[in-house]
């Protein structure tokens, strides 16, 4: 069914936040346990700290990475339960460094790093408060140019707002169109565009081509995801918050009827979006059609796996447990029910049945903000290939896990930073890139 590009209204309970709901007081003083079957996978830190970064002392925690202020607690990470099989001892990995990869750009509160895939040698940055500047990949660049300044539409009015999101068509070279999802005000709302080249100038956006796909208006200023993606079958998917609020008090996690707390799965090949025909929840009595998956507190960065096709996402947690998922279809991903392995509400004994557990949890002596990452598939980091490589905005930590579909069977501490993790990137040939807040870009080298 073509939907036209309104105003969605999603629930008819919603109360606007008067304040921003950290994650300082979003739960119980006691942090659950996790399940007894959860497994120790953590290596021994290794003290190597990001060269050149701007930042003097550890980052305040966040409820996500965009936001500031939560505790902490004691708790280790984890890996899903095994079953029959038994993760082995972690292997010695090559030592890696986190080298600054623009030295010569400054950026300000980054949230995204795209390559466009045109073939073209440039990247894409976004800054929250609304600009998208483009440059060539080389490490030598001096100059970033203003592809696209939508600042006056952009609200920054919470921490967790902005521009959050872009990816690029997968039809980019020909069709010159590409996606943001940004906050606005008046309502406060999630808006979900695309936009197309000046076609006069490569290296500049029209800003009168913008095309409004979806709108979402939002109950609070906190948890409104903000990921986009196209998957290998072409089409889009978006990810969404559960609203905001201590505890999800609406339950948006667990209403399939509602878009809040959801991975979106839509095709924009046309004006608006249409559902893909077999969308596991399409026709389904009381579901939203667009939903690919839900039970998502604030699914902060998902990516695919170039070679399998996997859907990864992480999951920022309410006070406890961060959690990282495999995403598949139509799976309920257990927020507000469960947090990580840990039942949320009731506090114990909760119903388990039909949720899908996280592949690995951590607990806040490691962090607060996981921040998601992607499965390296490039040629200089050998000893990293087909791992799943993610971070913690709060901690500066990164880690990689391998994962065989029922258990883990390595995960790494890479590396321990002092950097406000907001996103890791991933350019054609698979080098990885880790983003921070305000001290600029970093690429994942050996030592």
């Not at 007081?25 to 399940?35: F, H, I, L, R, Y």
């Not at 390559?115 to 500047?133: C, K, V, W, Y």
Request: hydrophobic share 35%.
């Amino acid at each position: 069914m073509a939907m036209t590009p309104s105003l969605s209204r999603l629930g008819s309970s919603l109360v606007l936040a008067s304040t921003l709901m950290l994650a300082a007081c979003a739960g119980p003083t006691v942090s659950p346990t996790p399940s007894p079957h959860t497994i120790l996978a953590t290596a021994t830190p290794k003290s190597l700290t990001a060269p050149g970064t701007a930042a003097t002392q550890a980052p305040q925690p966040s409820e996500s990475a965009l936001a500031t202020g939560s505790p902490r607690a004691t708790s280790g990470p984890t890996s899903a339960p095994s079953g029959s099989a038994t993760p082995t001892p972690d292997k010695p990995l090559e030592a890696l460094r986190l080298a600054l990869a623009f030295p010569n750009l400054n950026f300000q509160h980054l949230t995204n790093l795209v390559d466009p895939g045109d073939g073209s040698n440039r990247l894409f940055a976004t800054e929250q408060d609304g600009r998208i500047t483009v440059f060539p990949s080389d490490a030598g660049t001096s100059e970033a140019l203003v592809f696209l300044d939508i600042s006056d539409k952009v609200s920054t009015g919470g921490n967790e707002e902005g521009l959050l999101g872009l990816a690029f068509d997968p039809a980019f070279v020909e069709n010159g169109r590409f996606y943001v999802y940004y906050s606005a005000s008046g309502p406060r709302r999630s808006v979900i565009s695309s936009f197309a080249v000046d076609p006069n100038n490569p290296d500049r956006a029209d800003r009168a081509s913008e095309r409004v796909i979806l709108e979402v208006e939002q109950p609070a200023s906190n948890h409104n995801g903000g990921q986009l993606a196209f998957g290998p079958d072409g089409y889009f998917y978006v990810g969404l918050g559960d609203g905001g609020g201590r505890g999800d008090p609406s339950g948006n996690g667990q209403n399939p009827g509602t878009l809040f707390g959801s991975i979106l799965r839509l095709d924009v090949s046309g004006e608006g979006y249409q559902v893909p025909s077999d969308n596991p929840l399409a026709g389904v009595a009381g579901a939203r059609d667009e939903i690919w998956a839900y039970g998502f507190r604030n699914p902060w960065r998902f990516s695919f796996d170039r070679v399998s096709g996997d859907l990864w996402a992480a999951d920022v947690g309410q006070n406890a447990w961060e959690e990282v998922d495999i995403v598949r279809p139509g799976l309920n991903y257990g927020w507000n029910v469960m947090e990580g392995f840990a039942c949320f509400e009731p506090r114990s004994g909760c119903d388990q049945t039909g949720l899908q557990l996280p592949v690995v949890t951590y607990g806040r002596e490691h962090g607060c903000s996981i921040t998601g990452g992607y499965v390296y598939r490039g040629e200089r980091l050998p000893s990293l290939q087909g791992a799943y490589v993610y971070g913690d905005f709060c901690s500066g930590k990164i880690w990689s896990l391998r994962y065989d579909g029922s258990v883990v069977t390595e995960h790494h501490l890479l590396i321990d930073s002092d950097l406000q993790i907001t996103s890791f990137a991933q350019d054609s040939d698979g080098d990885l890139y880790v983003l921070s807040r305000d001290s600029g870009i970093f690429r994942l080298e050996s030592e």
